[in-house]
Nanobody, 123 residues
Framework: QVQLVESGGGLVQAGGSLRLSCARS????????MGWFRQAPGKEREFVAA????????YYGDSVKGRFTISRDNAKNTVYLQMNSLKPEDTGVYYC????????????????WGQGTQVTVSS
């Protein structure tokens, strides 16, 4: 059984920064590709970023490129999302997800999900 627990969300002013963490327990963390998705009220779940199991490949949604950075520490079974230059449109619930295969941009391809952490960016 794989469990994912996100933390680090909160309220921040536009232009500010937050760092999300996702701690993983269960099967060997290093064999899983990890992704971050977000969902705003009334909107579909959106791809934010993903990282390969080795950490060598990273992928970003167009709306966050240049502002967000995904990274992972396999020794700590944790994946991070550093969010800089935050905008009000970044507001939403951020979910961490894992899949035992290559990175995917589609949320439906991920097998395991965290409970989500709320990020609110005020203007």
């Amino acid at each position: 059984q794989v469990q994912l627990v996100e933390s680090g969300g909160g309220l921040v002013q536009a232009g500010g920064s937050l760092r999300l963490s996702c701690a993983r327990s269960g099967h060997t963390f290093s064999t899983y590709a990890m992704g971050w998705f977000r969902q705003a009220p009334g909107k579909e779940r959106e791809f934010v970023a993903a990282i390969s199991w080795s950490g060598g490949m990273t992928y970003y949604g167009d709306s966050v490129k240049g502002r967000f950075t995904i990274s992972r520490d396999n020794a700590k079974n944790t994946v991070y999302l550093q969010m800089n230059s935050l905008k009000p449109e970044d507001t939403g619930v951020y979910y961490c997800a894992a899949r035992q295969d290559r990175v995917s941009y589609a949320w439906i391809d991920y097998d395991y999900w965290g409970q989500g952490t709320q990020v609110t960016v005020s203007s």
